[in-house]
């Protein structure tokens, strides 16, 4: 019996492991849960799960759960209630499933309390990659992600020798304007851009991957999870988004992970890690259609080489180019600045970026922080 | 350094494995070589790689070699001369790439050995995949499948679960006539069956894919390289040949290998098994054009049927299944019997094989022999 603990269970990645616990009551128990603000998804969950300790964004949400689950469970908030779930009593597995930058803390403190971290929030690895890492190899945690692409990445590594790698190839659907005319792109509504063709996500991860920002997100996070340096990560645009990830290899030879686009897949193998378990997605019948790959455009699609510019810039540069993604990003769904301003938001964002060798969490936060102040000052220049 | 003895150096895996060794004069050492008849051919490969010992096919060419090459190298002939190669020296590795039935006991000398056997004789399998198998549990020996699609599924299953798998798929790029309409397939002429679309191959392997009579032997071998029973075996029809097979498992995903369509790439992989090296191959590039797959039509095919048939009557009837089939290809080849012909010559022949358990060599020569004579009568009974 494994114990699992989930950070943003009512999140859709939180929501979709718990999916895949219900079907294997005899082999998880959930441990601890950790939600924002949806209290009557969380109360549910609590009540189905039995988690004994739980914690939620803010103090009154706190205060109103409590009253609702009683005294048999420790109800906690904030960043501080976070961590103290990620690592309550030890759990075999941590899903950490909080979107965007507050999720570094609470993946942290469970890479230093070494097992198995699922790791979901992207962010971790692409603000403080080393950090994270050099605290799992520290403690003996595994990461094991919890996005399709990389846990594609990792199930096509396992068992071949890493001295053998040529490079691995991360797939993109393309997002919903693959085939939009660029000159077009101008008018592209929140509606459009929250419509994406394969995976049901978040708000957020939808529109970065129809900027592919998402994608060099991506690239950063398995230059940490993979210890690759930037010229070993391609990516390629599938637009059925089957393949998951390849990697290639020096013989020529290329070994992929394909699979229905379910996260129940990369969840399950995640939480089952080293061992496979049924998922309930339905099996990938290759003869629905053909398969097909193209080179990513980088011009129509700017964000995708900010993000390869800001790894190999390195430091703080990649948390402010996730720092200012997100300001931009909640700035286009709130209807202040047009799709194809992102990336220059970005852009001048990171131009602004002082150089910092990334070290700390201190450095890296303070460098989120005057990231977003300029990114907001770069929204209001190209204002709507 | 290893030490590599190979049985069938003219073919066409001989050749390509000798094309790989000569990229790594550090890596290999060829210390034995056997071919059939193309004395200019093996003379050159002798004097280039210089075995110690060689062996043809027939007494008079291994003469008439002999006053060729020297002193220096020891020649032998037939049967024998075959199995010496095979195990001369004790090899690190015996590639083992005679076609047809004459390929199983050099290749089961070689599984004694101990060695790895790079095993593109598939008759080995076909013919005696639980005795062979056998052996090489008894001796230690590692069979490293030396085709495209068992290379892959080997790849495929490298560090993952044996209990996870769900099956494997191979794949068949459906050769010349997959999209010719079966009401002209009695017209099909040698020649035109010896276009493979993909593979350059020998030709009654190639015929073989033309029937996907080829596609039923390797479900065959796979049963007893994998130690899978007839239901886990799938095969999925992909024309493009860059799949070059895949392991389905319970969780729903699916591993695979991919790559250019060339033989040095399987080969290379069995070397140097389980190390990777260059091998020449060109990258596999995956923008060329989509990948397709569908399933097998087995009334259009019916050679892949009775292949199944056979494995699942087990005993002598794979055994049968092959005879029949090296039969009703020569007769093909030679103008004897129509395409269509082949599959009820091998049904008939399929009929009259006497129940046997097939636990012994002798058992499965001798069902050899008396099919091949039926397998004569029945071509004929339908000869044009």
Redesign the interface.
Known sequence: MKSISILGSTGSIGINTLNVIRLHPERFKVTALAAGSNLDLFAAQIKEFKPRLVSLEREEDALKLSSIVGPSVEVLYGAEGAESVAVYDNPDVTVSAITGAAGLLPTLAAAKAGGVVALANKESLVLAGSIVMAEAKKSGATIVPVDSEHSAIM???????RE?IKRIILTASGGPFLDRPQEDFVNITPQQALKHPNWDMGAKVTIDSATLLNKGLEVIEARWLFDLSPDEISV?VHPQSIVHS?V?????????????P?MR?PI??ALAY??????G????D??RG??????PDMKKFPCLGLAYDALRAGGTMPAALNAADEVAVRAFLEGQVAFTAISGIIEDTLTRNAPGNGATIEEITSADRVARENARRAVKKVEL
């Open positions: 199930q096509s590594l396992v068992g071949h020798r053998d390629l390849m290639e290899y020096l013989d020529g030879s290329i070994i992929s992970q394909m699979g229905a379910d897949g399950a193998y080293p061992e496979r378990i049924e998922t997605v339905e099996p990938c290759l003869t053909p398969l097909e790959f193209r080179e």
